[in-house]
């Protein structure tokens, strides 16, 4: 299936409502401390989307014959590798946490996440963090026209994998904008120059999940959502959707000034 090139009226449009996603994980850090629930983070989350005019893209989400997703935003605490579902969890100092955000705004999609931590987190954990932010970093550097979609997950598997970290196969990256999930699949492993090229107007995210431990996750079949890692190791993503520009990218969902 051919990858979309977005119009300029769509990109306005996608880069506005992956600014209110990222303005989202902005407003919930206050809440990401020891002694709130997911659930409560979550609901705060679901309370700005709407006064903002806008919708959340995973409550109610529905995909390969799971049940409905019951949050507005994804939690993923400490093994919990993604698509963690809010509820009673409690965070406790040290605890790490991922949050991810879609958002429709006007009928288009943005979608970001990030890791907080929780109180004072140990040098591993931080360390994993660290390790995954710069994976994404890496990945970002790669967004440019011409150059072939594989040589992003070659990059971001080179380094983790040298830094003693295990990158998850199961997920990847997509393009989104008009929907929640388009083409192209954006691996975070690969070969290098393999895969589509990259023209102007693509729009994708780059999200790598990055495992202290093992690269293989297994699914909670109680709630067929949340993804662990397969050794109950610690697990770290970062997210961004990327615009591909004539001359490089622009990262629509950076609200913090680091790209």
């Given at each position: 299936?051919?990858?979309?090139?977005?119009?300029?009226?769509?990109?306005?449009?996608?880069?506005?409502?992956?600014?209110?996603?990222?303005?989202?994980?902005?407003?919930?850090?206050?809440?990401?401390?020891?002694?709130?629930?997911?659930?409560?983070?979550?609901?705060?989350?679901?309370?700005?989307?709407?006064?903002?005019?806008?919708?959340?893209?995973?409550?109610?989400?529905?995909?390969?014959?799971?049940?409905?997703?019951?949050?507005?935003?994804?939690?993923?605490?400490?093994?919990?590798?993604?698509?963690g579902v809010p509820n009673d969890y409690t965070l406790k100092d040290g605890d790490i946490l991922?949050?991810?955000?879609?958002?429709?705004?006007?009928?288009?999609?943005?979608?970001?996440?990030?890791?907080?931590?929780?109180?004072?987190?140990?040098?591993?954990?931080?360390?994993?963090?660290?390790?995954?932010?710069?994976?994404?970093?890496?990945?970002?550097?790669?967004?440019?026209?011409?150059?072939?979609?594989?040589?992003?997950?070659?990059?971001?598997?080179?380094?983790?994998?040298?830094?003693?970290?295990?990158?998850?196969?199961?997920?990847?990256?997509?393009?989104?904008?008009?929907?929640?999930?388009?083409?192209?699949?954006?691996?975070?492993?690969?070969?290098?120059?393999?895969?589509?090229?990259?023209?102007?107007?693509?729009?994708?995210?780059?999200?790598?999940?990055?495992?202290?431990?093992?690269?293989?996750?297994?699914?909670?079949?109680?709630?067929?959502?949340?993804?662990?890692?397969?050794?109950?190791?610690?697990?770290?993503?970062?997210?961004?959707?990327?615009?591909?520009?004539?001359?490089?990218?622009?990262?629509?969902?950076?609200?913090?000034?680091?790209?």
């Open positions: 299936m051919a990858i979309k090139i977005k119009t300029s009226e769509q990109i306005e449009g996608i880069r506005k409502s992956s600014h209110l996603a990222a303005k989202v994980l902005k407003h919930l850090e206050q809440y990401v401390v020891t002694g709130n629930t997911t659930k409560y983070i979550n609901d705060k989350a679901l309370e700005f989307i709407t006064d903002h005019g806008a919708k959340s893209a995973t409550l109610g989400y529905k995909s390969h014959g799971s049940p409905a997703f019951s949050g507005a935003i994804c939690t993923s605490p400490n093994e919990v590798i993604c698509h991922n949050i991810d955000v879609t958002t429709i705004l006007n009928g288009y999609y943005g979608d970001t996440c990030k890791m907080y931590a929780v109180g004072k987190v140990s040098e591993s954990a931080q360390s994993l963090i660290d390790v995954t932010r710069e994976c994404l970093a890496i990945g970002v550097k790669q967004c440019k026209p011409g150059n072939r979609f594989g040589n992003i997950g070659y990059e971001i598997q080179q380094y983790a994998e040298a830094q003693g970290y295990g990158v998850v196969w199961q997920f990847c990256g997509h393009g989104v904008g008009i929907k929640f999930h388009e083409e192209p699949e954006v691996s975070h492993i690969g070969q290098k120059n393999t895969g589509k090229r990259m023209k102007p107007g693509m729009i994708f995210t780059i999200e790598p999940m990055i495992n202290e431990g093992i690269a293989e996750c297994i699914v909670d079949q109680k709630d067929g959502w949340t993804a662990r890692t397969r050794d109950y190791k610690l697990s770290a993503q970062f997210e961004h959707t990327i615009l591909i520009t004539e001359d490089g990218c622009e990262c629509l969902t950076d609200v913090y000034g680091e790209y």
